[in-house]
């Protein structure tokens, strides 16, 4: 009788632990909708520093995007950054530098189950600070996941954004040129590189 009750004692214990251990291996991979954030740098190339573009500008780039993540895979949010773009100057058009603030929309799609993970992010906007001009951002990127539901991300990706420049325009007169200037919106369609964190 006494063998009975230690043996059962034992079955019990031994129950418990692996009852316990698959909670616990469970709630590790299991996933809770809920917040998540993001913030990054990146950098914007449009052929700006090269006069033969008439109108393009380069631009450093922070952003950070908050919102829901709905399911592993499918993320809205809504975020803002700030791009400091660069000099511009052309033989047609020019550009000063300027720091510009953009507001957006965004939402990521997330496939993959490993330790690498593939994505696209979608960001569509406004420039505050340019006329209200569009912000549209469209890359594709990798998820390195780390630990409680943080992870470091890479992409690349297009983008386009709309910029305001002084147009030059020639004039001759008595053999010699000319330049007369007026605002002007353009464009810009170029490339992005951006490397981020998940909170």
């Given amino acids: 009788m006494k063998t009975r009750i230690i043996n059962l004692k034992k079955l019990t214990v031994c129950a418990s632990v ?82 510009e603030i953009p507001f957006f929309a965004n939402t990521r799609l997330t496939v993959g189950n490993g330790n690498l993970k593939w994505y696209a992010d979608l960001r569509a906007g406004l420039y505050l600070t340019e006329e209200c001009s569009k912000y549209l951002s469209g890359t594709i990127g990798c998820r390195i996941p ?33 330049a007369t200037g007026s605002n002007t919106l353009q464009d810009l369609l170029g490339f992005s590189f951006k490397i981020g964190y998940e909170f």
């Fill in 146 to 178: 780390k630990d409680y539901g943080r992870a470091l991300t890479v992409s690349f990706g297009m983008e386009n954004a709309g910029m305001t420049f002084q147009e030059l325009k020639h004039t001759s007169i008595a053999g010699k040129i000319y």
């Fill in 18 to 99: 692996i009852v316990l251990g698959g909670l616990s291996v469970f709630a590790q991979v299991s996933f809770v909708p809920g917040y998540k954030g993001s913030a990054g740098l990146g950098y914007f190339w449009s052929g700006g520093g090269d006069d033969s573009y008439s109108y393009a500008a380069n631009a450093v780039q922070f952003e950070t995007s908050h919102g829901y993540e709905f399911t592993p895979h499918f993320y809205l949010g809504a975020g803002f950054g700030i791009h400091m773009f660069q000099e511009h100057e052309s033989r047609f058009a020019t550009r000063d530098a300027t720091t």
